[in-house]
């Protein structure tokens, strides 16, 4: 399987800030990277696809970037409804591979 | 806007069988692929498997041996039995629907709102 190695596993910011979180794979994967938004209680969305793709409705605060097998989200100027759980996904080969999940708390 | 929503037993005892069902409301099953995921408490996300619109199957080689997903044309929903749960299958589970682009790639969006399942004794 491919393991996906997300980092940080938490972090603390304020609104407004610059957040990256990255999410290194186990192997190559290509551009077949998504990322996830969970907020409490709730089950996650789809944030980006395809490393940089975002899908219709998700604020372009929101971006992806890929260097080799190491993934970055980045969420410039970090809003109130921001803060959640951000999850990585490899979408290469199966069995689809989830990282463990960065939580965005408030500072 | 297609919309999940899922249903099935919270609470199961260890050996029995865990059955999920997910509804696909305002679209079809056709030419898509439809899965289900896991979040056990305080862990990431565990995808288990899915189920094309034909009734092609991909199943989590961790769980292949426990695990059936079939789908009801006729009712618009497909579904998930795991058997012999036990204490570690506790966790959340979601219903999503697998889409793709070009270049092969794919995603889960949407998903359902979550069954939480507890296996205790």
């Known amino acids: 399987d491919i393991q996906m190695t997300q980092s940080p596993s938490s972090l603390s910011a304020s609104v407004g800030d610059r957040v990256t979180i990255t999410c290194r794979a186990s192997?190559?994967?290509?551009?077949?990277l998504n990322w996830y938004q969970q907020k409490p209680g709730l089950a996650p969305q789809l944030l980006i696809y395809?490393?940089?793709s975002l899908p219709s409705g998700v604020p372009s605060r929101f971006s992806g970037s890929r260097s080799g097998t190491e993934f970055t989200l980045t969420i410039n100027s970090l809003q109130p409804e921001d803060f959640a759980t951000y999850h990585c996904q490899q979408s290469h080969r199966t069995p689809w591979t989830f990282g463990q999940g960065t939580k965005v708390e408030i500072k | 806007q297609v919309q999940l929503q899922q249903w099935g037993a919270g609470l199961l005892k260890p050996s029995e069988t865990l059955y999920l069902t997910c509804g696909v409301y305002?679209?079809?099953?056709?030419?898509?692929?439809w899965g289900w995921i896991r979040q056990p408490p305080g862990e990431g996300l565990q995808w288990i498997g899915e189920?094309?619109?034909?009734?092609?199957?991909n199943y989590n080689p961790s769980l292949m041996s426990r695990v059936t997903i079939s789908l009801d044309r006729s009712k618009n929903q497909f579904s998930l039995e795991l058997s012999a749960v036990t204490a570690a299958d506790t966790a959340m589970y979601y219903c999503?629907?697998?889409?793709?682009?070009?270049?092969?790639?794919?995603?889960?969006?949407?998903w359902g709102q979550g069954t939480l399942v507890t296996v205790s004794s």
């Open positions: 189920i094309y619109h034909s009734g092609t199957t």
């Open positions: 305002g679209g079809s099953l056709s030419d898509y692929y």
């Open positions: 192997q190559s994967i290509s551009t077949y």
């Open positions: 999503a629907r697998r889409r793709y682009s070009t270049y092969d790639y794919i995603w889960f969006d949407p």
């Open positions: 395809a490393v940089s």
